[in-house]
């Protein structure tokens, strides 16, 4: 997070009328990039002078643990529990997305050092998802998250995983393919804005090249640019992103190379049939989030 904005954020609306603030490890809509430990305790400093909360959404947090442990001075020989310790250590409350690094079918939860807090949680969650030791979900599904916490740190497991996303990576940048470099830690994100640079950001490249991996190798990706990030004012005025990604996140313990093999082969394809991508325009949408429901046309 940018420190400086952040002091100026908090100047400019005042400490009162921002309730928390939560930092994302890694960064995934900037590439999956790490969060340093130097970085989230700098955040925590200008929160505690003015009485804000740091939540962090840790759904990758033992990535960001190897990561930290990999490139962050002093952290070479501390273990990735031990890292990732050090990280909650500043952090007032979690968000967490067990399919990531629970390394579970389903399931997440939301966990605070404040007792008041806590209280309020419960209450909600009864009225909305079930008593709080269940959650909406089964003993088997609460069983395996606490098994794949851990193994999520195993440094093994870490080394395995950041070698698959960098074996995807380095091809595709040997084919001169463009994407965010260096790679981050759960996905490989393609740079639509220089794929297809024929395609103005309101018309969404990153929704073309999305398209047409799926149609040409069943490959599902995600768009973060103009559709995700836009901005539309209240007369239909729309201002595109400073950023056209496709997110191309590796599910936790599914693929082996020969699949990764085949995403190469598939992204190649498209790469090689570029020219024949179409732009897209919105045909309906919701007033929030629209990228998670949106319809689309094409257009020439
Ligand atoms: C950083 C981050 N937080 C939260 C979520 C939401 O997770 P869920 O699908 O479990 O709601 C995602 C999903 O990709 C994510 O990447």
Redesign the pocket.
């Known amino acids: 997070m940018d420190l400086h904005k952040l002091e100026a954020c908090i100047k400019e609306h005042g400490s009162s009328k921002i309730p928390f603030c939560m930092i994302?490890v890694t960064n995934?809509t900037g590439g999956g990039q790490p969060v340093s430990m130097a970085n989230i305790r700098g955040v925590k400093q200008i929160l505690e002078k003015h009485g804000i909360p740091l939540v962090i959404?840790c759904?990758?947090f033992a990535e960001n643990a190897y990561f930290v442990r990999e490139r962050e001075t002093g952290y070479a020989d501390k273990s990735l529990l031990e890292v990732a310790r050090e990280m909650f250590s500043y952090a007032d409350g979690a968000t967490m997305?067990c399919?990531?690094d629970g390394l579970a079918n389903i399931g997440?939860f939301l966990i605070c050092n404040d007792d008041q807090w806590a209280e309020q949680f419960k209450n909600l969650l009864i009225m909305r998802e079930g008593f709080p030791t269940y959650g909406g979900l089964a003993g088997r599904d609460l069983e395996a998250i606490s098994v794949g916490l851990m193994e999520a740190l195993d440094y093994d497991y870490q080394v395995y995983r950041h070698a698959t996303i960098e074996y995807l990576a380095s091809r595709l940048i040997k084919r001169g393919i463009p994407i965010v470099q260096p790679s981050g830690g759960h996905a490989v994100f393609l740079d639509a804005a220089k794929f297809l640079p024929h395609i103005d950001s309101l018309k969404y490249p990153g929704i073309g090249i999305v398209n047409a991996l799926y149609l040409e190798g069943g490959v599902r990706g995600v768009e973060l640019g103009s559709v995700m990030f836009g901005k539309v004012d209240d007369n239909g005025n729309e201002a595109p992103s400073p950023l056209e990604l496709v997110r191309l996140a590796f599910p936790r313990r599914v693929y082996t190379q020969s699949h990764v093999d085949y995403l190469i082969e598939v992204i190649d394809k498209v790469w090689n049939e570029r020219k024949q991508i179409p732009g897209y325009r919105i045909i309906q949408q919701q007033k929030y989030l629209r990228h998670f429901t949106c319809h689309f046309e094409r257009v020439s």
């Open positions: 994302t995934n959404d759904c990758r997305s399919k990531k997440g």
